[in-house]
């Protein structure tokens, strides 16, 4: 069963404008969602963890449990913002550590 | 700070051949994970340990084995590889606390030809 869901595999947007990586989940107890990062060839890092209701490099990700999204939003892109960004939820029992897809972010000079 | 340790970097095998990958940790978590990457598939959890002694299938576990050889090591074994297995291979660790991150080692770039 798909626990987390990112629609849209390639995004692409110009310098300066906003950005919206989708990332819905399906779990009916208390969720806890994170995104990571993946730049080019590199490890996964994690950017924002829903807890911790933080801004990171620019980003913020809101936890809405009606519509069970998590989106990432960033109001400005920088290019250096290019990479992989993935969604990932637990929370379930035994400690398993579900992701999304992932989203491959262009950011158009 | 070495954190999650993963080796070989590369490989390349041949269909049939086994090999073992190894990973370890130096951060005393309980929990350990494998997950192998492909392009359109994102992460896709294949075996994991929620502590020592223990292991549990993930999404993908068929044609892999898992040993937790104690808290710092968490090794996968591909018996007979196939070329469907041609992926990239992250290991991960985590403390058993909620809301804690995992984290990942640099990867198992591996070839079945």
């Known amino acids: 069963a798909q626990r987390v869901t990112q629609p849209e595999k390639l995004l692409s947007v110009f310098k300066g404008a906003p950005v919206e990586l989708k990332c819905n989940y399906s779990?009916?107890?208390?969720?806890?969602l994170f995104w990571y990062v993946q730049y080019s060839r590199q490890r996964l890092q994690l950017l924002l963890r829903?807890?911790s209701r933080e801004s990171i490099k620019g980003f913020t990700a809101d936890l809405n449990k009606g519509e069970t999204s998590f989106h990432l939003k960033k109001p400005f892109a920088q290019e250096e913002d290019s990479a992989m960004y993935y969604c990932?939820?637990?929370?379930?029992?035994?400690?398993?550590?579900?992701f999304g897809t992932g989203t491959s972010l262009t950011v158009i000079p | 700070n070495a954190g999650v340790t993963q080796t070989p970097k590369f490989q390349v095998l041949k269909t049939g051949q086994s090999m073992t990958l190894q990973c370890a940790q130096d951060m005393n978590h309980n929990s350990m994970y494998w997950y192998r990457q492909d392009p359109g598939m994102g992460l896709r959890l294949i075996y994991y340990s929620a502590s020592e002694g223990t292991t549990d299938k993930g999404e993908v576990p068929n044609g892999y084995n898992v040993s937790r050889l104690n808290k710092r090591e968490f090794s996968l074994r591909l018996e007979s590889a196939a070329p469907s297995q041609t992926s990239v291979y992250f290991c991960a660790s985590r403390a058993p606390e909620r809301n804690t991150e995992a984290f990942f080692g640099q990867g198992t770039r591996l070839t079945v030809v």
């Open positions: 990932a939820l637990s929370g379930i029992s035994g400690n398993q550590f579900y």
């Open positions: 829903h807890i």
């Open positions: 779990y009916s107890g208390s969720p806890e």
